[in-house]
């Protein structure tokens, strides 16, 4: 996996004023003391460290500096992390700005796993990933301090390590389900879970530092989910007979739940029995808050929604153009000259941005598109180099093919890898033909190409959801060597997503909140009131390039416009806001919280209609023209192609010709 952003940075500014701060800032409070005369009653810091930072970009002047807490309130567990205030030296970083990464409180019970780094050189960080399978920033450590942090969590929750990967720290999480289960009931502790204050939970804190002045308002109640939480808690105090007996019934209510989700994977569930992707923790949650809430026999009012500052139907028919049809082979022919170069890439992308491919062509276009061929190629050239390609290709695959079983029993890396890889294949489009039935030849092309690409590309490797990004490649190309260089292509664009610290979703996630503060003020003015503005609800559209919203022949054709590189290369961050737009109505009309708007969000998938959100996301990115451009910070990771074929065009190739 790639550590290549982590590196030694002792002379650094944020370093060096880390430094001076020292490790003692680090707080350990004794049992049932409270840590600070701010602290709200009934809440003990268990553990505290200043100069906890974020980095948003790769840009040094634009780390986030805070403080990050364990707090414990009765028998729960809650992290936050508040940074500083008056820290920002960057015009394009404002306070607001940087207070979207405030973490609020977020108990433990819904922390699925804790991810420790802990590189040669430079700064350890941890990444905590919720039971949603959403990731928070990582959090990188200038003065040390991780192995505290997860002492200190062991000490009041279930902290196991993974067998699979050994920095790796599964929380409250076991190794069958029905241990899982069993756990989930907490027998021995019901009457205790149930004797918690009745007062609601707030506090306030504010402190100095060297290097900026920090307030925390609200920590333990900032979080409506939070609110929740001791509400529930907070209304089983007055009988504690009949606490047990509810505790109970509704764990056991969950017992099936949990079964049924041992049996189907995070990636794998599809739109027509779950919400797929990132979204297993948030619906058990949903669930039990459903059960939960009191009836009330008002009738409610229909909540006003504010208008649409920039009316997207008017807006698309004034700004975007009609969809037209796909490229045909006829029409492609006059875009080349006689030995087979393209006459004209601007007007050919431009030609595909407003109508796709037709699938019999895709093959040729697509090597073009991704940079695999060049737009100057001839055909001799573009055959010479599928030919030497493919032999470069065997010779990277023969590097896992050679391993030996004794080897492979001495290669813990190799052995994960190809264990997840072949784990995912199996699972990836098998209700389309071309991968469907037993012993589908093209499983196996798919398997190939996993596997030497985590050869070719050994800091990232393999992570699941590649299998998604490159089902479309070969079911195009059809060769197993071309879809490999075909989606090596592919991931030197999107490769950033799959970071192991995320920045590279976390920097596409912060330009998308910031066009949606440009576009539509009021609806980000919404998810500020709901705490959705770190915009994780978006997470799996920019992950997968859509490939779980949209129908196979539909994805396809999206794909094909985004890598044209017309109007942006990063219009796909457009077609997030597009469809937010086009279900703002419904989004704020219904008051949809994080958990029931992330439940909306996922169930549109196979509801997309994507000729209109093709045509408002190219509206807006007209309208928003140098505006929408500053948002996007520099280096955040495009989903599209730079202009000439970097593969044909490399230095090995040179020394071939």
Same mark, same amino acid.
């Given at each position: 996996?790639?550590?290549?952003?982590?590196?030694d940075?002792?002379?650094?500014?944020d370093?060096?004023a880390?430094?001076?701060?020292?490790?003692? &800032?680090?707080m350990?409070?004794?049992?049932?003391?409270? &840590?600070?005369?701010?602290?709200?009653e009934?809440?003990?810091?268990?553990?505290?460290?200043?100069?906890?930072?974020?980095?948003p970009?790769?840009?040094?002047s634009?780390?986030? &500096?805070?403080?990050?807490?364990l707090?414990?309130?009765?028998?729960?567990?809650f992290?936050?992390?508040i940074?500083?205030?008056?820290q920002?030296?960057?015009?394009?970083?404002?306070?607001?700005?940087m207070n979207?990464?405030?973490?609020?409180?977020?108990?433990?019970?819904?922390?699925?796993s804790?991810?420790?780094?802990?590189?040669?050189f430079?700064?350890?960080?941890i990444?905590?990933?919720?039971s949603?399978g959403?990731?928070?920033?990582?959090?990188?450590?200038?003065?040390?301090?991780?192995r505290?942090?997860?002492?200190?969590v062991?000490?009041?929750?279930?902290?196991?390590?993974?067998?699979?990967?050994?920095?790796?720290f599964?929380?409250? /999480?076991?190794?069958?389900?029905?241990?899982?289960?069993?756990s989930?009931?907490?027998?021995?502790?019901?009457?205790?879970?149930? +004797?918690v204050?009745s007062?609601?939970?707030?506090g306030g804190?504010?402190?100095?530092q060297?290097?900026?002045e920090?307030t925390?308002v609200?920590?333990?109640?900032?979080?409506?989910?939070?609110?929740?939480?001791?509400?529930?808690?907070?209304?089983?105090?007055?009988?504690?007979?009949? /606490?047990?007996?509810?505790?109970?019934?509704?764990?056991?209510?969950?017992?099936?739940?949990?079964?049924?989700?041992?049996?189907?994977?995070?990636?794998w569930?599809?739109?027509?029995?779950?919400?797929?992707?990132?979204?297993?923790?948030?619906?058990?949650?949903?669930a039990i808050?459903?059960?939960?809430?009191?009836?009330?026999?008002?009738?409610?009012?229909?909540? =006003?929604?504010?208008?649409?500052?920039?009316?997207?139907?008017?807006?698309?028919l004034?700004?975007g153009?009609?969809r037209?049809?796909?490229?045909?082979?006829?029409e492609?022919a006059?875009?080349?000259?006689s030995?087979?170069?393209?006459?004209?890439?601007?007007?050919?992308?431009?030609?595909?941005?407003?109508?796709?491919?037709?699938?019999?062509?895709?093959?040729?276009?697509?090597?073009?598109?991704?940079?695999y061929q060049?737009?100057?190629?001839?055909y001799?050239?573009?055959?010479?180099?599928?030919?030497?390609r493919?032999?470069?290709?065997e010779? +990277?695959?023969?590097?896992?093919?050679?391993i030996?079983?004794?080897?492979?029993?001495?290669?813990?890396?190799?052995r994960?890898?190809?264990?997840?890889?072949?784990k995912?294949?199996?699972?990836?489009d098998?209700? +389309?033909s071309?991968?469907?039935?037993?012993?589908?030849?093209?499983?196996?092309?798919?398997?190939?190409v @996993?596997?030497?690409?985590?050869?070719?590309n050994?800091?990232?490797?393999?992570?699941?959801?590649m299998?998604?990004?490159?089902?479309?490649? @070969?079911f195009?190309?059809?060769?197993?060597s071309?879809s !490999?260089?075909?989606?090596v292509?592919?991931?030197?664009?999107?490769?950033?997503?799959?970071?192991?610290?995320?920045?590279?979703?976390?920097?596409?996630?912060?330009?998308?909140?910031?066009?949606?503060?440009?576009? /539509?003020?009021?609806?980000?003015n919404?998810?500020?009131q709901k705490?959705?503005?770190?915009?994780?609800?978006?997470?799996?559209w920019?992950?997968?390039?859509?490939?779980?919203?949209?129908?196979?022949?539909?994805?396809?054709?999206?794909?094909?416009?985004?890598?044209?590189?017309? !109007?942006?290369e990063?219009?796909?961050?457009?077609?997030?806001?597009?469809l937010?737009?086009?279900?703002r109505?419904?989004?704020?009309?219904?008051?949809?919280?994080?958990?029931?708007?992330?439940?909306?969000?996922?169930?549109?998938s196979?509801?997309?209609d994507?000729?209109?959100?093709?045509?408002?996301?190219?509206?807006?990115?007209?309208?928003?023209g140098?505006?929408?451009?500053?948002?996007?910070?520099?280096?955040? =990771?495009?989903?599209l192609?730079r202009?000439?074929?970097?593969l044909?065009?490399?230095?090995?190739d040179?020394t071939?010709?």
């Open positions: 996996m790639q550590e290549t952003e982590i590196h940075l002792s002379d650094d500014a370093y060096a880390s430094q001076q701060q020292g490790s003692a &800032s680090m350990r409070c004794e049992s049932g003391k409270r &840590s600070s005369s701010n602290e709200p009934g809440a003990e810091v268990v553990y505290m460290k200043d100069n906890v930072t974020i980095h970009t790769q840009f040094a634009e780390r986030i &500096s805070g403080r990050l807490k707090i414990k309130q009765s028998s729960s567990l992290m936050t992390w940074p500083y205030k008056g920002s030296t960057n015009a394009r970083l404002s306070e607001k700005d979207l990464y405030t973490i609020r409180a977020v108990p433990f019970a819904d922390v699925r804790i991810r420790r780094h802990t590189p040669a430079g700064w350890q960080y990444i905590v990933v919720l949603s959403l990731a928070f920033p990582p959090l990188y450590f200038y003065n040390g301090g991780v505290e942090f997860l002492a200190t062991k000490q009041h929750v279930v902290l196991l390590r993974s067998a699979e990967h050994a920095n790796v599964l929380v409250n /999480d076991f190794q069958n389900p029905l241990q899982r289960t069993l989930s009931l907490e027998l021995p502790r019901a009457v205790s879970l149930s +004797i204050p007062t609601p939970v707030s804190e504010s402190a100095s060297e290097n900026g920090r925390d609200d920590v333990l109640d900032g979080s409506p989910s939070i609110r929740q939480f001791y509400r529930r808690e907070r209304q089983k105090v007055h009988d504690p007979a009949r /606490d047990i007996s509810m505790q109970l019934l509704e764990k056991f209510s969950l017992v099936t739940k949990f079964a049924r989700e041992a049996t189907s994977q995070l990636f569930e599809t739109p027509s029995n779950a919400f797929s992707l990132f979204e297993r923790g948030s619906s058990n949650l949903s808050d459903s059960s939960q809430k009191p009836r009330d026999d008002v009738l409610e009012l229909p909540v =006003p929604v504010p208008p649409d500052p920039l009316e997207l139907d008017k807006l698309s004034a700004w153009k009609p037209q049809p796909p490229l045909g082979l006829e492609w006059t875009f080349l000259d030995e087979g170069r393209v006459v004209d890439s601007k007007a050919l992308r431009k030609r595909i941005f407003y109508g796709g491919v037709e699938h019999k062509l895709r093959k040729e276009v697509w090597e073009v598109l991704l940079g060049s737009y100057e190629s001839t001799a050239e573009k055959e010479y180099q599928r030919s030497n493919k032999t470069e290709y010779i +990277i695959k023969n590097q896992w093919q050679s030996s079983p004794e080897q492979e029993k001495r290669f813990t890396k190799f994960e890898r190809k264990g997840l890889i072949e995912d294949v199996v699972r990836t098998r209700s +389309i071309f991968y469907g039935g037993d012993g589908n030849a093209n499983l196996s092309f798919l398997h190939n @996993l596997l030497t690409y985590s050869f070719y050994f800091d990232l490797g393999y992570c699941q959801g299998s998604d990004l490159l089902s479309p490649i @070969l195009v190309m059809e060769d197993e071309e !490999f260089w075909c989606f292509a592919l991931m030197e664009r999107l490769g950033p997503n799959f970071n192991r610290d995320q920045n590279g979703m976390h920097s596409q996630l912060f330009a998308l909140s910031k066009l949606v503060e440009l576009l /539509d003020a009021p609806l980000h919404y998810f500020k705490d959705c503005l770190n915009y994780f609800i978006c997470f799996r920019i992950l997968l390039q859509f490939k779980r919203e949209l129908e196979y022949d539909q994805t396809m054709r999206l794909w094909e416009v985004l890598w044209t590189h017309h !109007f942006s990063h219009l796909h961050l457009y077609v997030c806001v597009a937010l737009k086009r279900y109505g419904k989004i704020i009309g219904e008051q949809m919280e994080f958990d029931t708007l992330l439940k909306f969000i996922n169930e549109l196979g509801h997309i994507i000729d209109v959100t093709l045509r408002d996301a190219e509206a807006l990115c007209l309208c928003a140098e505006n929408g451009s500053a948002c996007i910070p520099p280096g955040t =990771p495009p989903s192609p202009e000439g074929g970097f044909f065009n490399s230095e090995l040179d071939v010709l």
